[in-house]
């Protein structure tokens, strides 16, 4: 069984390996772990100007593009002010 399989139907964070940051509802996986995310929207973060949401939809991610995947308080989460908060962008992970 997949680590991520308690997680099905439960909000997520995905970092991939390109510094992308997405959230959503996990909604399936593989053996592989490609995951599919429903209600997704990517925070584009960036140190000048508050954080960026951009709604995806329904988004497929592959396994090997994943760098880490995490549970989502969404109290916690909805009490952030995206749109004051200033951060640095993720570099991409170099292997």
Do not use: W
Request: hydrophobic share 45%; net charge negative.
């Amino acid at each position: 069984m997949s680590q991520l399989q308690p997680y099905i139907d439960r909000k997520v964070l995905v970092v991939m390996n390109d510094g992308r940051v997405i959230v959503g509802t996990l909604c399936g996986l593989d053996q592989t772990t490609n995951i599919i995310v429903r209600g997704c929207q990517e925070r584009v973060f960036s140190e000048d100007e508050g954080v960026e949401v951009v709604d995806l939809g329904l988004y497929l991610v592959r396994g090997d593009n994943i760098s880490v995947v995490g549970l989502v308080d969404e109290e916690a989460d909805a009490a952030i002010d995206l749109a004051s908060t200033r951060a640095a962008p993720l570099l991409p992970v170099r292997h």
